[in-house]
């Protein structure tokens, strides 16, 4: 199914986690969308394979910087649709606190959306929303 | 935690690769192990791709690929495992990965202090002169005065 009609599908069925079937890397992920309130929401599942350093345990910073971007790719499906995935340009991850072995959630702000380029911040958390793990700031070529 | 000489490392490189879970699932192999460039394969797979129409893989694997290798180039230059965290990572994608074909990534840790190292690497497919992608990353370690070099 191509991703206009994945899109159309979620939007009709009200269920954005079939947004996640239309990206196979989201889907290894097993992540899921939620949307409340217009307040778009993605979340990373715990699973022992996301650890990065076992003695704490925390996760991986790949795995955590993999998730945000997956985040604000679904994001863009979501608040966009189109036929393609939009193109990650460049990215920058900030690691604010230790990933603990718990579920993780990803929030977007749109800083800037152009016709062609948008400028994201997506942010995860754990348990507090105001206590972010990781900021991350993405450049995002749009496609159609 | 000693490490050895290179051909030692190369050889123990997936035992150690597999210390993080996540270098294990996605299943990075040891090609080169230096502590002037350390290379590693992550091998293509329908799981790791952003879109199944056009088999391009996903930007957040090659994330995972250079913060693993990233790690793994600052434990190369100090000849031991040390533990650190990642404090920032930044990765330009100059363009997309050929679709069905396997990624090298490349990596260097090229300056260290007391308690923070610098790195720098590369994805590509034939040579890290013509890459994909490139990162920079800034990691920390967690054991006080665990970065002077034996």
Redesign the interface.
């Known amino acids: 199914m191509?991703?206009a009609a994945t899109l159309a599908r979620a939007r009709s069925a009200n269920d954005w986690n079939l947004l996640v079937d239309?990206?196979?890397?989201a889907?290894?992920l097993d992540l899921r969308v939620a949307v409340e309130r217009e307040e778009f929401v993605c979340t990373l599942p715990f699973d022992?394979?996301?650890?990065?350093?076992?003695?704490l345990p925390?996760l991986?910073?790949?795995?955590t910087?993999?998730?945000l971007?997956?985040a604000g790719?679904l994001y863009l499906g979501w608040a966009r649709g189109g036929e393609?995935?939009a193109?990650?340009?460049?990215?920058?991850?900030?690691?604010l606190r230790?990933g603990q072995p718990r579920d993780t959630h990803a929030g977007v702000v749109v800083v800037k959306q152009g016709r062609r380029l948008a400028n994201l911040r997506v942010e995860a958390w754990q348990t507090r929303r105001d206590e972010p793990i990781a900021l991350a700031q993405f450049h995002f070529l749009l496609n159609e | 935690m000693e490490l050895g000489s290179p051909e030692e490392l190369a050889t123990r490189w997936v035992p150690f690769a597999h210390?993080?879970?996540?270098?294990?699932?996605l299943g990075l192999s040891a090609v080169d192990v230096s502590p002037a460039w350390c290379v590693a394969r992550l091998a293509y797979d329908?799981?790791?791709?952003?879109?199944?129409?056009?088999g391009v893989m996903?930007?957040?694997?090659i994330?995972?690929?250079?913060?693993?290798l990233f790690?793994f180039s600052i434990n190369v230059k100090l000849g031991r495992l040390q533990?650190m965290?990642?404090?920032?990572?930044?990765?330009?994608?100059l363009k997309?990965p050929a679709p069905g074909r396997d990624l090298l990534g490349g990596a260097v840790c090229y300056s260290m202090t007391d308690e923070f190292a610098f790195v720098r690497g590369a994805a590509y497919h034939d040579s890290p002169d013509d890459p994909v992608a490139t990162g920079v990353g800034l990691f920390m370690f967690t054991d006080k005065a665990a970065g002077k070099p034996r």
């Not at chain 1, 991986?60 to 795995?63: E, K, M, R």
């Not at chain 2, 329908?46 to 056009?54: P, Q």
């Not at chain 2, 994330?63 to 693993?68: E, F, I, P, V």
């Open positions: 191509t991703l239309a990206m196979p890397f889907r290894f022992p394979q996301l650890i990065g350093n076992p003695r925390a991986h910073g790949g795995a910087g993999g998730f971007e997956c790719l393609r995935w193109t990650t340009i460049d990215l920058q991850v900030d690691y230790s | 210390v993080a879970a996540y270098g294990r699932a329908e799981r790791w791709v952003l879109d199944a129409s056009t996903h930007g957040a694997v994330t995972g690929m250079l913060d693993t790690g533990p965290v990642t404090v920032d990572l930044r990765v330009d994608h997309p």
